[in-house]
């Protein structure tokens, strides 16, 4: 049995290789890789998934479209300039040239709003507030609306507007215990994005809390009628608790300047007696 | 070329740069004269590039494209009017040496040729020249394009053996050439 390596013999095949070199004519190599190239480039291209789901109107295509109108709606109610609701009870405590402003009646909730908008003020006091927010804005109000046309359909507000004037209500309320006292207990509470200039919460520090509270107190001592006052300081009068009744006195006087005078007259020889601050 | 056959031109230029050198030389050996190797050549690469959608990988792509080149060399002698003196299966040796001297580029009408065999490459083309054309392709084969005994034997349509003695005829008159030059 004859081995392939017997077969050859090593100077043959090393005269052969180096005899060995010839190689087509560098055109007929152009020639017949540029016939390969075309032969491929013009061959029918196979329709295969990812071309059949670029087609167009497919399913998803209407489902799409409704999408965009859907957005484009949307942006337009949002962008849609806001009216002012008329419906809307404006309640502020503020000065009249202040309250008189349209941007400030709606005063962003802060914190100590909570608790109180669980347990809602007595509707006189409200309506006094409403009563006192309205003068000031009744001057330029008055003006205008003798000049406006007659009166017409207040527009619905938006939803969301709706929804804002109901918070803004209790809101406005707690606003009562002054402008530096509610800047004060908002720092306890993240910043409403409508008052990008309040305090940040680390600069309030503990005292915070102590000031939120004492807010609530005085303004929830404000909010109390006279007839409360008077009933209370009967009560710690009459239980001989003097200078309770002492103490509820010189609250009483500071809500109401007329105090004394809304005292009963059975009252009125021991309030005398009580100093004034 | 099951590549080139999905479509990536890139495949193609690979196996044409591999083979290229080895099919041309194929050719050129047989035929002798350039520009009819020239036109076999591309034949044989064109009939690749047609064949390419239903090529089927029964064996190694070089055997199947000196398959190609083999029955090219055998039809264009049939079309020169050469095909009973150039059955390169016949082993006869006076008929084959007959043969070898009708080819065109034999040393026999090329004094020229003939004249510079004092260099090695042109003792040698004369010498593979003058074997009989189963000799002569059966040690191409095994020169250029690197198959083996029995993968020439597939494409000579020989057994093993017959491979085998045809080279080591031909070996022995490309030595003896050699030792002369």
Redesign the interface.
């Given at each position: 049995m004859t081995d392939e390596r017997d077969l050859r013999d090593p100077a043959l095949d090393a005269a052969w290789r180096a005899q060995s070199t010839e190689t087509p004519p560098p055109a007929l190599d152009a020639a017949i890789l540029a016939a390969a190239h075309r032969a491929v480039k013009s061959a029918p291209e196979k329709i295969g998934p990812g071309r059949e789901a670029t087609r167009p109107w497919r399913w998803w295509t209407p489902l799409a479209a409704a999408a965009v109108i859907g957005v484009i709606a949307i942006g337009a109610l949002q962008l849609a300039p806001h009216e002012p609701d008329p419906t809307k009870v404006v309640v502020s405590d503020m000065p009249p040239t202040i309250a008189s402003k349209p941007e400030t009646t709606v005063a962003p909730p802060p914190p100590a709003a909570a608790p109180q908008s669980t347990a809602p003020p007595p509707a006189p006091r409200q309506e006094r507030r409403v009563a006192e927010a309205k003068p000031p804005r009744s001057s330029d109000a008055a003006k205008r609306e003798s000049s406006a046309p007659p009166a017409q359909p207040a527009p619905e507000p938006f939803p969301a507007r709706r929804d804002a004037a109901a918070a803004a209500a209790p809101a406005a309320e707690s606003s009562a215990a002054g402008r530096a006292e509610a800047d004060n207990a908002m720092a306890a509470a993240p910043p409403p994005r409508a008052a990008p200039a309040s305090p940040p919460a680390s600069s309030a520090g503990a005292v915070a809390p102590m000031l939120a509270k004492r807010a609530m107190r005085d303004d929830a001592q404000q909010r109390r009628s006279p007839e409360d006052f008077v009933e209370r300081i009967r009560k710690l009068f009459t239980e001989g608790n003097l200078p309770e009744a002492q103490r509820e006195l010189a609250a009483f006087r500071t809500a109401y300047a007329d105090a004394d005078a809304r005292l009963p007259a059975d009252l009125r020889p021991w309030a005398a007696t009580v100093p004034r601050n | 070329m099951l590549s080139?056959a999905r479509?990536?031109?890139a495949a193609?230029?690979a196996l044409?740069a591999r083979h290229?050198?080895g099919v041309?030389?194929y050719l050129?050996r047989h035929c002798g004269n350039a520009g009819t190797a020239?036109e076999l050549?591309?034949d044989i690469?064109?009939n690749v590039?047609?064949v390419?959608a239903t090529y089927a990988p029964s064996a190694k792509f070089a055997t199947w494209l000196y398959t190609l080149a083999h029955h090219r060399i055998v039809d264009h002698w049939r079309a020169q009017g050469q095909a009973a003196l150039l059955s390169i299966d016949d082993d006869d040796d006076d008929a084959a040496r007959s043969a070898a001297e009708a080819l065109p580029g034999a040393r026999s009408d090329e004094p020229e040729a003939r004249a510079a065999n004092r260099q090695?490459?042109a003792s040698?083309?004369a010498a593979l020249a003058a074997l009989p054309p189963a000799q002569r392709d059966a040690f191409l084969l095994?020169?250029?394009s690197g198959l083996?005994?029995a993968e020439i034997a597939t494409l000579q349509g020989v057994g093993v053996e017959t491979v085998?003695s045809r080279?080591?005829y031909a070996?022995a008159r490309?030595?003896m050439e050699?030792s002369e030059s």
């Open positions: - | 080139y479509g990536e031109a193609f230029d044409y290229k050198g041309y030389r050129l020239d050549f591309q690469w064109m590039i047609r390419r090695l490459g040698l083309q095994q020169q250029e083996s005994l085998k080279l080591r070996v490309l030595r050699l």
